[in-house]
């Protein structure tokens, strides 16, 4: 099992940035995935990016360029640094750790809001 902590989220104007971090209560670099994921109020949780566990990353076509996602294996956190936000931005941002075949794990979400 694993344990997923986000921190980071917050209001921000359009155009501003945030970095979102996720501790993990136990090391990452043998986790598969790491990813973000959210969820907008109505709508279904989306992938926004995810690193895996040799370092190569995945973005969705709509964060693409302006959010990167990165690890630290040595403090067992992921971060998502969010650049150029706009208002449809705004959701409950998720960690996810894939640890298929043992299991997914979340965390409990951050709340992130952009303001037009």
Known sequence: QVQLV?????????????????????????????????????????????????????????????FTISRDNAKNTVYLQMNSLKPEDTAVYYCQANTVPFGIYWGQGTQVTVSS
């Open 6 to 66: 986000e921190s980071g989220g917050g209001l921000v104007q359009a155009g501003g940035s945030l970095t979102l971090s996720c501790a993990a209560s136990r090391t990452i670099s043998s986790i598969n995935t790491m990813g973000w994921y959210r969820q907008a109020p109505g709508k279904q949780r989306e992938l926004v990016a995810q690193i895996f566990n040799r370092g190569s990353t995945e973005y969705a076509d709509s964060v693409q360029g302006r």
